[in-house]
């Protein structure tokens, strides 16, 4: 299929006043079997895809000289400047050449990140139901073309603009088009030409919601010529990378740099007033200033960030919104869905109650083979020869024609399309012979309610002798439903609720998940079904009891959450008999003991008793969705930062407020997708406990980025001030400054942010969500190792100068050897540092696989080698070739630094 360069634009005229059948005409459509493949072939040729048009934001060049825009390039430009006013063009061209230089890795590295993260967000695509040449099925969006006709559903995000031509109880969440906040009730009669957009009720717009019900409309509009596509014309493609840490980092660059401004000032001052020359005294404030400020720290902040993202996206969690990074390595509460999340979502059917009577259900998967017994044991003709019991076959019949999947079988494995759930109830029909396919067609459905959350039913209309109701769902929901039920004859007689309510206990004592059947006799001629037709004489027919396991890794998630401090809860809907078992497998309790709660139970609390059931609870049975976010409000009440799953369309509210979101990317609705900050490609708990690791070693990383970054910063201000105050010579300059803060620390820390995570980390309990980024001990740990540089700089230059005789020498030694300690620092508080030392330690080869560590430091000697014997280097910089002694001499400082790490890490170990 081919795609238009310039797609051509649909007439520009409006759907609403015209019949559904007109709409459909105009597109050469057909309500009932939608477009042929030549069709579609034909106008993507002529219209293109379904995507809004995409601006690329800024261009290149404005976003390169958007790197200069800081306060501190600012500052370096203008000392460039007045280098250059005073005739030292030499020293002008390397500061502004720093700076470039800065700037291209901020604009480097700031377009891979986005370019990350922008990947990840297009690998997660909508997709849609559409009918065509007869067949329903689901194709990503982009792919729809006019004249489509397209199938809606509760959860649904509208592909495209719509003109409804059938509609189920179809309501749309339109607000962020139109600015209503209640949902908009649909239908599909023709209105007046003039009316409003919001009034439009026979439509439904591109970006809009469905929250409730079913429908059915024809494509009128596509990309840019929807309703959403000519107000916004052009999107513009821009990920954000602010998040709250970065935001911190701006706010401490610009505290520290107004203060190093102030300091350089009175430096400067204090100076002249002592009878310094103005250029002497220019130099050291200039010196001080840009000393003082860390500046590739904002760069290794984004880039730790960046390759957080990218080695969750390998875990199966793709983050959508930057923040949640942070936000998962704090985490201390983690809500859970059960079904599909906590267990394989690969039901079977395991027992049926129907008529009186207890079966079993032999078999696993979705392979039809198996038998259907009595739990006496009397078996049932094996495959039932004889007739089935009237009541065990209605109940059966209910679970295969209130259903919306179908079974796969490839080779001689089964599969489900579909629900997992619906499979199951197929899969145990088959094993007493019934067809679904013979089923289908000898009593073809006329209607259907789809399965609603706050209703827990779907219902569907059947025509047969006489048309039936068909009815599944939970138990609470049917049982009150249910005037009558099915004896073991097949004849009516009375409900006996208390049997009922007792077969259900059974059944989730042993963990299963219990679904109720029930039918109803419909009216003659009737041919549509609506929730009034069942609320009350339904007949109850049987349960259907299904075993959804634990996943293996799921529960050695929970284990490793639980250890790192991090307390885990079940939320479902499943009977509290059933949570509480699956619970109890997976070790989500307190000291043996399961503490669950209902949501009629919670239902009664004010906040405050709400607040203290939601801290002792470990599981919460039959929540309806709206009850999510009461939960979650609750133990952020209580200081906990909260991650929680959900799928549904009514757990978007509770998505939006935890403090990590996180939606299914295989079986959520869009709705979910849209609220959430994290989607799981595997729908898997396993990777919610992999994505809080991830998110800690991104912290811990960032944090030895600024144990190694700041002491630097702290020695050569305390050397620049001491020397300035006191008259000496200045043991560094300005651009040799630069050259350490910019070149020689990005090359050695950039390599932390690839750090794997340390040993232990999984069992070190939740950050303090309000703890500061520089604790007290990493604030000691810095002016500790700050201490020593200060004493490595000045005392080297000292004796260097006294010993050769040679400023230039005694700077280049002072600097080369505040280089060759900070190696050993590095290697301290590295992955692989600790590995070297532990294998010394211990006579055993367990190093830290580090290629990436080593490549920095291999790569640092590169550049410290060409900044002392270069000749180029020696003009720009102010340096001197060494000699191989005084080489070795610049590597003495590196044993003192030994005890002087192991000091800082005994201060700070973490």
């Keep these: 299929m081919l795609e238009s360069t310039e797609p051509a634009q649909l007439p520009s005229r409006s759907y609403h006043d015209l019949s559904a059948q007109e709409s ?24 293109g895809w379904n995507q809004l048009p995409v601006k ?11 790197q200069f825009h800081q306060p501190l390039l600012y500052i370096l430009l203008i000392a460039g400047g007045v280098k250059a006013f005073l005739g030292s063009w030499t020293n002008a061209a390397v500061i502004w050449g720093v700076t470039v230089i800065n700037a291209v890795i901020g604009y480097v590295q700031e377009a891979k990140a986005e370019g990350a993260i922008a990947s990840l967000a297009k690998a997660v695509t909508t997709e849609t139901t559409v009918l065509r040449e007869g067949q329903t099925l689901r194709i990503p969006s982009q792919d729809l073309v006019p004249g489509d006709v397209v199938l809606l559903a509760s959860g649904d995000k509208v592909p495209a603009d719509l003109r409804l031509i059938k509609v189920k109880n179809l309501q749309a969440d339109e607000s962020a088009l139109t600015g209503e906040s209640v949902p908009v009730d649909k239908s599909i009669q023709p209105l007046p030409e003039d009316i409003s957009l919001a ?27 929807t309703e959403v596509g000519q107000i916004s014309q052009a999107m513009t493609q821009r990920v954000n990378l602010s998040t709250p ?51 590739g720290l904002p760069a290794v902040v984004t880039i730790t960030l960046a390759i957080g993202v990218n080695r969750m996206a390998r875990r199966h969690a793709i983050i959508r919104k930057l923040p949640a990074v942070e936000a998962l390595g704090g985490a201390t509460v983690i809500c859970s869905d059960k079904t599909g999340t906590l267990t ?30 009595l739990t006496t044991h009397s078996n049932l003709a094996g495959r039932f020869e004889d007739e089935l019991p009237p009541t065990l076959e209605e109940c059966l019949i209910a679970g295969v024609l209130c259903n919306d999947s179908q079974l796969k079988q490839t080779g001689e494995d089964w599969s489900v399309v579909g629900d997992p759930t619906e499979g199951a109830l197929i899969t145990a029909a088959s094993k007493a012979s019934l067809n679904q396919t013979s089923l289908v067609a000898s009593k073809s459905r006329l209607d259907a309610i789809p399965f609603e959350s706050q209703y827990q039913y779907m219902a569907t209309l059947h025509d047969q002798v006489s048309p039936v109701i068909y009815v599944k769902g939970s138990v609470e929901a049917l049982l009150s439903r249910c005037s009558q039920m099915m004896g073991h004859d097949g004849q009516k007689t009375v409900l006996d609720s208390v049997q009922i309510e007792q077969a259900v206990e059974k059944m989730t004592k042993q963990g299963l998940r219990v679904l109720a059947f029930a039918k109803k006799e419909a009216h003659a001629h009737q041919h549509s079904i609506d929730h009034e037709d069942i609320e009350t004489d339904l007949m109850f027919l049987g349960l259907q009891g299904m075993i959804d396991p634990p996943r293996p890794e799921a529960i050695a998630a929970v284990h490793a959450c639980q250890a790192a401090g991090i307390q885990v809860k079940m939320i479902t809907g499943d009977h509290i008999a059933t949570a509480r078992t699956i619970a109890q497998r997976m070790g989500i309790h307190q000291a043996g003991q399961v503490v669950a709660f209902e949501g009629r139970q919670l239902a009664s609390m004010d906040d405050h008793q709400l607040a203290q059931a939601v801290e002792e609870g470990d599981v919460f049975a039959r929540i309806a969705p709206t009850q999510k976010l009461r939960l979650v409000e609750a133990l ?13 369309v009514n757990d978007a509210p509770a998505l939006k407020q935890a403090d990590i979101g996180t939606a299914m990317g295989k079986g959520g609705t869009e709705v979910a997708r849209e609220a959430a900050d994290m989607l799981l490609t595997d729908d898997n708990f396993a990777s919610v406990e992999a994505a809080v690791e991830e998110g800690r070693t991104v912290y811990q990383n960032l944090r030895k ?4 970054l700041l002491p630097v910063n702290g020695g050569e201000s305390m050397t620049i001030l001491i020397s300035a105050l006191l008259a000496r010579d200045l043991p560094i300059l300005s651009l040799q400054i630069l050259w350490l803060n910019l070149i020689n620390s990005l090359t050695m820390t950039v390599p932390l942010a690839f750090e794997p995570k340390p040993k232990g980390l999984m069992q070190q309990p939740p950050r303090n969500p309000n703890e500061p980024l520089i604790t007290g001990k990493l604030l000691r740990r810095i002016l500790v190792v700050s201490l020593f540089n200060w004493i490595l700089i000045f005392g080297l230059f000292e004796w260097a100068k006294f010993t050769t005789g040679d400023i230039t020498v005694a700077r280049t030694m002072a600097i080369q050897a505040l280089v060759a300690a900070r190696i050993v620092y590095l290697l301290s508080i590295s992955q692989l540092g600790l590995s070297l030392f532990h294998s010394i330690r211990h006579r055993a080869v367990s190093i830290t696989h580090a290629p990436i560590l080593l490549m920095g430091i291999v790569g640092a000697v590169a550049l410290q080698l060409l900044f002392s014997q270069w000749p180029v280097m020696n003009q720009l910089f102010e340096t001197a070739p060494l000699t191989w002694m005084q080489w070795l001499i610049c590597l003495l400082p590196m044993l003192p630094m030994l005890p002087m790490a192991a000091l800082a890490n005994w201060i700070d170990p973490s």
Excluded at 56 to 66: D, Y
Excluded at 207 to 224: C, D, E, L, R, Y
Excluded at 636 to 648: C, L, N, Y
Aim: glycine share 12%; hydrophobic share 45%; proline share 2%.
């Design 24 to 47: 459909v005409d105009c597109f050469d459509s057909d309500s009932k079997r939608g477009l042929t493949a030549e069709d579609v072939a034909n106008r993507y040729e002529i219209y």
């Design 199 to 225: 009034e439009r009720t026979n439509m439904a717009y591109a970006g809009s919601f469905i929250t409730f019900g079913q429908g059915t409309g024809v494509v009128v509009a596509t990309a840019g010529a």
């Design 705 to 708: 980025a600024i144990a190694f």
């Design 636 to 648: 952020q009440s209580k200081g906990e930062i909260v991650a929680m799953t959900g799928d549904g």
């Design 344 to 373: 394989e979502n690969q039901m079977t059917v395991q027992a049926i109650y129907a008529g009186g009577q207890h079966y079993e259900v032999s078999g696993s998967g979705y392979s039809p083979k198996g038998d259907i017994s």
């Design 245 to 295: 840490l970065t935001r911190k980092f701006a706010k401490f660059s610009r505290l520290l740099l107004y203060g190093i401004l102030t300091l350089a000032t009175l430096t400067f001052a204090i100076g002249l007033r002592q009878g310094e020359s103005w250029i002497y005294m220019f130099e050291a404030a200039v010196a001080l200033a840009v000393s003082a400020i860390p500046e």
């Design 56 to 66: 690329p934001g800024k261009p290149a060049w404005l976003r390169f000289l958007l």
